[in-house]
């Protein structure tokens, strides 16, 4: 259930981010929602518990990318002349992809005999 909750905030947050360019004012608060969802779902992921420091830092550092997720919305909202927000929006989504590549590959060394 996590991981349907998880695509359905991140599809709302792409919905919000293409229809930004369309001057439509709700948008960026379309994309804040599923912002918001995405760093939520990270975050209630996250276990102070876990032994591996490694699968530990990807964890924290997915949740640092939600976070400038937000931070990227804000930038929407905030209607500044520019387009920071791309900046913001690029630099968690490198974060993401990143993190997702090498935590599938820390579990994957995990579950080898």
């Keep these: ?23 439509w004012k709700a948008s960026a608060y379309i994309y804040i929602i599923g912002a918001v969802g995405v ?11 876990e032994k591996d420091k490694t699968l530990k830092r990807l ?26 927000w791309i900046g913001c929006f690029a630099i968690a989504t490198l974060i993401e992809l990143y993190t997702t590549f090498r935590i599938s590959a820390v579990i994957g060394k995990r579950n080898r005999p």
Excluded: H, W
């Design 1 to 23: 259930m996590p991981e349907i909750l998880y695509a359905v905030f991140a599809c709302i947050m792409l919905a919000g981010a293409c229809t930004y360019i369309t001057d």
């Design 59 to 84: 964890c924290i550092q997915q949740i640092f990318a939600g976070i400038v997720f937000i931070i990227a919305g804000g930038l929407m909202i905030s209607g500044r002349p520019g387009n920071e």
């Design 39 to 49: 760093a939520a779902m990270k975050m209630r992921n996250f276990n102070p518990k």
